[in-house]
């Protein structure tokens, strides 16, 4: 039986050759995601995947609503904001999510249109999915792409490249994430709260279900973050 890792391996290679042949340019768009899986023989899951990790090369860009967006081969920014995390423990990583990630879900909510939340749902559906079917592999990779929604959702160009590193930071603790499973429904619930805050356009409410998630997250990890707010978690 062929490893999941290993089919996603090979999906990243075989998009980073039709990009570096320009099957593909700077400036478009990838085909959408099951025309895509249907093309490589995958599944969205497996897919959804190889664009993470061709989103930590920096040749594409997830775009919420609209599909995954080709950037220039050349663009090493990703490449150097993972290495600036990798010495980062898991606390200093939920240190930058709780920072970062309430902020910007109390933004997203002053302004998503339908089709994005819509898109946000599509996600938690997969995650949905893969806690039925007990594949933790694929529900963990829906968490990361959830979150990876949320942050392209923001519009600040500025911004967009502190974000990066909330992005990166994540995937940092993702093996942490996957070693446990049997937390997977209580993320999918917390994250479930975020999005009916967010779809009913309640800044503060999606703010402090983010916090408590992120809290959450600390806890069943064995981490108490040691925030200035702590209050506003609860």
Known sequence: MISSSTVVNSVVE???AALARGQWRCG???????ELAEQLGISRPSLREAVIVLETLGLVRSLP??????????????S??????AGASLEDVLQLRYTLEPFIVGLVAQSISSKEVGQLRLTLMDMREALDANDSEAGMNAYIAFHEELFALTSNPIFQNVVQQTSNALKQSADILRNSPEHLAERLQENEAVVRAIRNKNSALASAEMRKHILQEGQRMGIELNIPDDNLGH
């Open 80 to 85: 150097i904001s993972t290495s600036s995390v």
């Open 28 to 34: 478009d768009m990838l085909p959408g995601q099951r």
């Open 14 to 16: 075989k998009l980073r």
């Open 65 to 78: 609503g609209k599909g995954v967006l080709v950037l220039e081969a050349t663009l090493g920014e990703s």
